[in-house]
């Protein structure tokens, strides 16, 4: 029976849709629905891999569940199961990503409506800290998949900023052919039903939150800075 061949982690509210809606449309690939969220919910290993039963051979499976990564310690039960799988991170402005999870959690009913921004942030209301703090979700993915090899890191601004050359790094990355590409590949997907911009002090309040573990992230991928403090 079949296992995630590949696996998105993170970041919600960082482009995992896009992506969904991108890599399924590939020959090479299989996938059941977004979110299988396997990996912090008591189901059987049978439903799991029942998941991946209709893939054909050469495809790979794949499971975006951009929840993972919400979860300290959950990197090593996805390595007891899937330990030759390749995880894939996209990254989003910490800032920005917060903002955008508490519109969309108000708009679920995951917080209350009358929530501020800033205090759901200080409360880390549906963990909306920890998926942020990049640095420690890859420092601790990276002990299970080597960075780079197994673990690949990318970027949200590249989905508007030059999104065939990203989808083509992803498939690189997967191993399937880069040079193919789905039609809608600039199509907007599932923009936010709520709308509103961040109030200025609480973006410098988060950003200041956020500031030392985007420092350990650009010292973890050897980069001198990163894409949304250019």
């Known amino acids: 029976m079949r296992?995630?061949?590949f696996i998105c982690a993170g970041a919600q509210k960082s482009g995992t849709t896009w992506l969904?809606?991108?890599?399924?449309?590939?020959?090479?690939?299989?996938?059941?629905d977004k979110e299988?969220?396997?990996?912090y919910r008591d189901l059987p290993l049978s439903w799991y891999r029942e998941q991946f039963a209709a893939a054909a051979d050469g495809q790979l499976c794949g499971d975006i569940s951009p929840n993972y990564a919400a979860f300290e310690g959950?990197?090593?039960?996805?390595?007891?199961l899937c330990p030759?799988?390749?995880?894939?991170?996209?990254?989003?402005?910490?800032v920005d990503r917060a903002f955008s999870q508490w519109k969309m959690a108000r708009y679920l009913g995951n917080i209350?409506?009358?929530?501020?921004?800033?205090?759901?942030?200080?409360q880390n209301m549906q963990f909306m800290k920890r998926r942020g703090e990049y640095a420690v979700i890859l420092e601790e993915y990276s002990r299970y998949y080597p960075l780079g090899d197994r673990l690949?890191?990318?970027?949200?601004?590249?989905?508007?900023?030059?999104p065939a050359e990203l989808f083509g790094d992803i498939c690189s990355f997967l191993g399937i052919d880069s040079n193919w590409r789905p039609q809608e590949l600039n199509a907007v997907v599932a923009p936010s039903p709520e709308k509103g911009t961040i109030d200025a002090g609480d973006a410098e309040e988060v950003a200041a939150y956020y500031q030392p573990f985007d420092a350990r992230l650009c010292a973890l991928l050897g980069l001198s800075s990163l894409p949304w403090s250019r």
């Open 36 to 39: 299988l969220n396997y990996f």
């Open 112 to 122: 209350p409506r009358d929530a501020p921004f800033i205090e759901a942030f200080r």
């Open 152 to 162: 690949g890191v990318f970027w949200y601004d590249d989905i508007s900023r030059r």
């Open 74 to 80: 959950l990197a090593g039960a996805i390595h007891a």
């Open 20 to 32: 969904y809606a991108q890599i399924n449309r590939h020959p090479q690939v299989f996938m059941q």
């Open 84 to 94: 030759q799988a390749l995880l894939l991170h996209l990254l989003r402005n910490p």
């Open 3 to 5: 296992m995630a061949d």
